[in-house]
C-alpha cells in the first residue's frame, strides 16, 4: 500500500488552536529556519519527525529534529521549537483523501476559511469520488481504501474541492512560521477506477487520476512561495517516469525497509531517483518504523539511520508506524544522533551488498547480505556496542557508526 495510514493524525490536531490566530499572521514574526540553507550535509545524521506529536516534541527539550512536518504550527511552537535546533517545519494535509472525522475536518475547513469554520469554503458530498455498485447510474457509496472505511477520496478534478484545497495549501504556506508545505497521501495508484463525483460525471481512470494529481500539485506550486518548500509523502516511491516530482522539493518514503515498503538496495536506487528527479534542494527523507509490532527491530533502526548517511539531502526519521506516528518519548537516542562525523570525504561506495562511506571523524556501514567485516588504523568506538577497537564485524542485515577516539 502506497497511501499513509492517517488515523493519528487526529492526535495532533486536537491540541491545535483553530481560532483567530488562524485568520492573521502572528504580531511578531517567527524566525525561519531558512530552508534553502538547510543542514543536508552528512555531518551529523539529519532527523526528520513525521506526522509530528507536538506535545511531546515540546515537553522534550533535549529531542532535537532537523525537520518536522504535522497538520500546523502555532508561531509559539515554532519559536519553541526552533530555540533549541534550527528546524525546518512544513506543515499540511492531503489533497485528495478526506478523513470521516470531525476534528480533523475541522481544522481543515477552518484553515482554508482563514479562521472561520463557518466560512463560504466548505467540503461537499458533490466532492467525493463515488462508485456505482448496481450499475443503475446512481453513486451508492463514497470510494475508500480497503479496509479503511472512513478516508476516502476526493474528486482531483473537482473545481469546488480544487479551490477548496488549492485556498488551503495558501493559507498554510503564506504563514510565517512555516517554512513549507507537506501533502501527504500523493499516490500514482488509484483505488477508485470507474468512481465519478457528482461535479464531474465522468468516471475516474488510472491515467485521469495521474493526470488530476499532477495538476493540482502543479497548482498548489504555484500557491506556495518560492523560498519554500513544497514536499509529499510517496509512500512507497514514485514510479520512474513519474510527473509529480518536478512540482516538488523532496519527499518521504514511507515505511522504508518496511512490510509494504522497499529493501535496502531498492530504496536506496529509489532515494537516488527522489534526489535527481524533484527541485532544489532534492531532499528524500527515509521514514523507517516498527511495521506497526510496536516492538523495535534495532537492525532496522540501526540500517535506516546509517543508510540516510551514504547520501547528502536524506534525512531519517523513526517511528511505530502508521497506528503511531510522530511520537519521540521513545524514540531519542543521543548515542546514535549526536555523532560527530564532519565532513564526507566523498560519496558511498558499495560492493556485494556491502554500502561504505568515510567522514573525517568515522565510517558508516551497511552490511545487506553478508557479514562485513571493518579494519581501521586508529581506535573506533561502535556506538551500537559502545565497543573500542581497529577491527569490527557487521552482521548481515544490519547498520553501523563508527567514530574516531580521540587520542
Given at each position: 500500500?502506497?497511501?499513509?495510514?492517517?488515523?493519528?493524525?487526529?492526535?495532533?490536531?486536537?491540541?491545535?488552536?483553530?481560532?483567530?490566530?488562524?485568520?492573521?499572521?502572528?504580531?511578531?514574526?517567527?524566525?525561519?529556519?531558512?530552508?534553502?540553507?538547510?543542514?543536508?550535509?552528512?555531518?551529523?545524521?539529519?532527523?526528520?519527525?513525521?506526522?509530528?506529536?507536538?506535545?511531546?516534541?515540546?515537553?522534550?527539550?533535549?529531542?532535537?529534529?532537523?525537520?518536522?512536518?504535522?497538520?500546523?504550527?502555532?508561531?509559539?511552537?515554532?519559536?519553541?521549537?526552533?530555540?533549541?535546533?534550527?528546524?525546518?517545519?512544513?506543515?499540511?494535509?492531503?489533497?485528495?483523501?478526506?478523513?470521516?472525522?470531525?476534528?480533523?475536518?475541522?481544522?481543515?475547513?477552518?484553515?482554508?476559511?482563514?479562521?472561520?469554520?463557518?466560512?463560504?469554503?466548505?467540503?461537499?458530498?458533490?466532492?467525493?469520488?463515488?462508485?456505482?455498485?448496481?450499475?443503475?447510474?446512481?453513486?451508492?457509496?463514497?470510494?475508500?481504501?480497503?479496509?479503511?472505511?472512513?478516508?476516502?477520496?476526493?474528486?482531483?478534478?473537482?473545481?469546488?474541492?480544487?479551490?477548496?484545497?488549492?485556498?488551503?495549501?495558501?493559507?498554510?504556506?503564506?504563514?510565517?512560521?512555516?517554512?513549507?508545505?507537506?501533502?501527504?497521501?500523493?499516490?500514482?495508484?488509484?483505488?477508485?477506477?470507474?468512481?465519478?463525483?457528482?461535479?464531474?460525471?465522468?468516471?475516474?481512470?488510472?491515467?485521469?487520476w495521474v493526470a488530476a494529481q499532477d495538476e493540482l500539485l502543479g497548482l498548489i506550486r504555484q500557491r506556495v512561495p518560492s523560498d519554500k518548500w513544497l514536499v509529499a509523502n510517496a509512500g512507497r516511491d514514485f514510479p520512474a517516469g513519474s510527473p509529480f516530482p518536478r512540482h516538488l522539493n523532496g519527499y518521504v518514503l514511507e515505511n522504508?525497509?518496511?512490510?509494504?515498503?522497499?529493501?535496502?538496495?531498492?530504496?536506496?536506487?529509489?532515494?537516488?531517483?527522489?534526489?535527481?528527479?524533484?527541485?532544489?534542494?532534492?531532499?528524500?527523507?527515509?521514514?523507517?518504523?516498527?511495521?506497526?509490532?510496536?516492538?523495535?527491530?534495532?537492525?532496522?533502526?540501526?540500517?535506516?539511520?546509517?543508510?540516510?548517511?551514504?547520501?547528502?539531502?536524506?534525512?531519517?526519521?523513526?517511528?511505530?508506524?502508521?497506528?503511531?506516528?510522530?511520537?519521540?518519548?521513545?524514540?531519542?537516542?543521543?548515542?546514535?544522533?549526536?555523532?560527530?562525523?564532519?565532513?564526507?570525504?566523498?560519496?558511498?561506495?558499495?560492493?556485494?551488498?556491502?554500502?561504505?562511506?568515510?567522514?573525517?571523524?568515522?565510517?558508516?556501514?551497511?552490511?545487506?547480505?553478508?557479514?562485513?567485516?571493518?579494519?581501521?588504523?586508529?581506535?573506533?568506538?561502535?556506538?551500537?556496542?559502545?565497543?573500542?577497537?581497529?577491527?569490527?564485524?557487521?552482521?548481515?542485515?544490519?547498520?553501523?557508526?563508527?567514530?574516531?577516539?580521540?587520542?
Amino acid at each position: 500500500m502506497r497511501l499513509i495510514r492517517v488515523q493519528n493524525l487526529v492526535a495532533g490536531l486536537l491540541a491545535l488552536v483553530v481560532v483567530g490566530v488562524l485568520a492573521c499572521e502572528p504580531a511578531t514574526p517567527v524566525p525561519s529556519a531558512s530552508p534553502e540553507t538547510p543542514r543536508t550535509s552528512a555531518a551529523s545524521p539529519r532527523l526528520a519527525l513525521w506526522l509530528a506529536k507536538k506535545p511531546e516534541l515540546l515537553a522534550r527539550p533535549d529531542a532535537r529534529y532537523d525537520l518536522v512536518m504535522t497538520a500546523w504550527f502555532e508561531p509559539a511552537e515554532a519559536q519553541a521549537i526552533r530555540s533549541r535546533h534550527n528546524s525546518t517545519l512544513l506543515a499540511g494535509l492531503s489533497h485528495t483523501w478526506i478523513w470521516e472525522n470531525p476534528d480533523w475536518q475541522s481544522h481543515l475547513v477552518t484553515v482554508a476559511n482563514g479562521g472561520d469554520a463557518h466560512g463560504p469554503l466548505q467540503i461537499t458530498q458533490g466532492m467525493v469520488l463515488m462508485v456505482d455498485d448496481n450499475g443503475d447510474g446512481a453513486l451508492d457509496r463514497r470510494c475508500s481504501l480497503p479496509g479503511w472505511e472512513g478516508l476516502y477520496a476526493m474528486d482531483p478534478r473537482h473545481p469546488g474541492w480544487r479551490q477548496f484545497i488549492l485556498t488551503y495549501y495558501e493559507t498554510v504556506a503564506r504563514q510565517p512560521q512555516h517554512d513549507g508545505v507537506i501533502v501527504d497521501m500523493v499516490d500514482a495508484y488509484p483505488f477508485c477506477d470507474g468512481a465519478w463525483s457528482g461535479g464531474v460525471p465522468t468516471p475516474i481512470d488510472a491515467a485521469a487520476w495521474v493526470a488530476a494529481q499532477d495538476e493540482l500539485l502543479g497548482l498548489i506550486r504555484q500557491r506556495v512561495p518560492s523560498d519554500k518548500w513544497l514536499v509529499a509523502n510517496a509512500g512507497r516511491d514514485f514510479p520512474a517516469g513519474s510527473p509529480f516530482p518536478r512540482h516538488l522539493n523532496g519527499y518521504v518514503l514511507e515505511n522504508w525497509l518496511g512490510s509494504w515498503g522497499l529493501g535496502l538496495e531498492e530504496g536506496l536506487t529509489s532515494a537516488q531517483r527522489a534526489l535527481e528527479t524533484t527541485q532544489p534542494p532534492h531532499i528524500v527523507v527515509l521514514a523507517v518504523d516498527t511495521d506497526d509490532s510496536g516492538t523495535v527491530d534495532w537492525a532496522r533502526f540501526r540500517t535506516g539511520l546509517a543508510a540516510s548517511l551514504l547520501m547528502d539531502n536524506t534525512y531519517f526519521a523513526f517511528d511505530y508506524g502508521s497506528r503511531d506516528h510522530g511520537g519521540v518519548m521513545d524514540w531519542w537516542f543521543p548515542q546514535y544522533y549526536e555523532a560527530a562525523l564532519g565532513a564526507p570525504l566523498g560519496p558511498y561506495t558499495s560492493s556485494e551488498g556491502v554500502y561504505r562511506r568515510d567522514f573525517e571523524g568515522g565510517t558508516v556501514l551497511v552490511a545487506a547480505l553478508q557479514p562485513a567485516t571493518l579494519a581501521f588504523d586508529a581506535p573506533h568506538q561502535d556506538l551500537a556496542t559502545g565497543e573500542t577497537g581497529t577491527t569490527f564485524t557487521v552482521p548481515p542485515g544490519d547498520g553501523r557508526i563508527f567514530t574516531r577516539v580521540a587520542p
